[in-house]
C-alpha cells in the first residue's frame, strides 16, 4: 500500500534512479516496506504464504532478537489461516467507535488524534517532498504511514543524518509504548509477533543511528 509520495507524482510510485541502494539499506527499506504493508492493511494470502515460506535471518553474532522477531512471525503467518489473520486485524484497528488499538503518533504523543504532533510532521513531510496521496484514509501519524516515510527516505538515498532526524523525532519517542499495547491486546494472535518484529528492528535502527552518530 502506498500512503506516500512525491507531492508531484501523486500518481505513481517512486523508483530510485542511479546506482542501486546498498544491500544493507535495501534490507531495512524491506523490513520498513513490510512493516508498513502490515500495518496499513491486513495481509492477503500470497504475503502469508511468503512469510510462512522465508528464510530465516542469520546475525553474524549469533540469534538476535530481530532474528527471532523473524523467525517467529514466519512460524505464526504458518499456522494461522488467512481469515483469521484478516478478522484480527479488523478486530484490532478498525472500529466504529475505538479500535483496540490506535497506532498514531499523535495519541502518544499528545493524547488526542489530530493534535500538534501530527501538524508539525506534515511541515517535515513538506520539507521532504513528502505528502499523504489523496483518498488514504489514515493520517500521516499512523504508525504503517511513518515506516512507509522511513522506506521512501532510504530509497530516496537522504542522509543517514535526516533518517536518523525523522525517525527520532516521530516514531522513536513513542513506538515502545504503542507496541506494547498492540503486543498485549486482546486477540492479538499475529500482529502480537507483528509488534515483536518491529520493536526489535526499531530498537536495531535506534542503536545504528547512534553509531553512526558517535563516529561523525
Same mark, same amino acid.
Given at each position: ?15 530510485? =534512479?542511479?546506482?542501486?541502494? /546498498?544491500?544493507?539499506?535495501? *534490507?531495512? *527499506?524491506?523490513? %520498513?516496506? @513490510? ?7 491486513? /495481509? ?6 511468503? @512469510? ?5 535471518? =542469520? ?5 538476535? /532478537? ?10 505464526? *503467518?504458518? @499456522?494461522?489461516?488467512?481469515?483469521? =489473520?484478516?478478522?484480527? %486485524? ?15 503518533? #499523535?495519541? %502518544? @504523543? ?12 506534515? $511541515? ?19 504508525? +504503517?504511514?511513518? &515506516? ?24 522513536? #519517542?513513542? %513506538?515502545?509504548? &504503542? ?7 486482546? +486477540? ?23 553509531? $553512526?552518530?558517535?563516529? $561523525?
Amino acid at each position: 500500500m502506498q500512503q506516500f509520495g512525491n507531492q508531484q507524482e501523486q500518481q505513481t510510485t517512486f523508483v530510485a =534512479v542511479g546506482m542501486p541502494l /546498498p544491500q544493507e539499506d535495501q *534490507a531495512r *527499506a524491506n523490513i %520498513y516496506g @513490510l512493516l508498513a504493508r502490515l500495518l496499513l492493511a491486513p /495481509p492477503d494470502a500470497g504475503l502469508l504464504d511468503s @512469510l510462512a515460506a522465508s528464510d530465516a535471518l =542469520v546475525s553474524e553474532s549469533g540469534a538476535q /532478537p530481530l532474528d527471532v522477531a523473524w523467525d517467529q512471525l514466519s512460524v505464526t *503467518a504458518r @499456522l494461522l489461516p488467512t481469515d483469521h =489473520v484478516i478478522g484480527e %486485524y479488523n478486530d484490532l484497528f478498525v472500529s466504529t467507535a475505538a479500535p483496540r488499538v490506535s497506532p498514531h503518533g #499523535s495519541i %502518544y @504523543l499528545a493524547g488526542f488524534l489530530h493534535e500538534k504532533p501530527l501538524v508539525l510532521l506534515r $511541515a517535515d513531510l513538506a520539507k521532504l517532498g513528502l505528502g499523504r496521496r489523496a483518498g488514504v484514509r489514515e493520517t500521516e501519524d499512523h504508525l +504503517g504511514a511513518l &515506516c512507509e516515510t522511513m522506506r521512501q527516505l532510504i530509497s530516496r538515498k537522504r542522509t543517514v543524518d535526516d533518517q536518523h532526524a525523522f525517525f527520532d523525532k516521530h516514531i522513536g #519517542s513513542w %513506538y515502545v509504548a &504503542c507496541l506494547h499495547h498492540l503486543r498485549r491486546a486482546e +486477540g492479538a494472535q499475529f500482529y502480537a509477533r507483528v509488534a515483536d518484529l518491529a520493536e526489535a528492528f526499531f530498537s536495531l535502527e535506534q542503536q545504528a543511528f547512534q553509531v $553512526a552518530e558517535d563516529d $561523525a
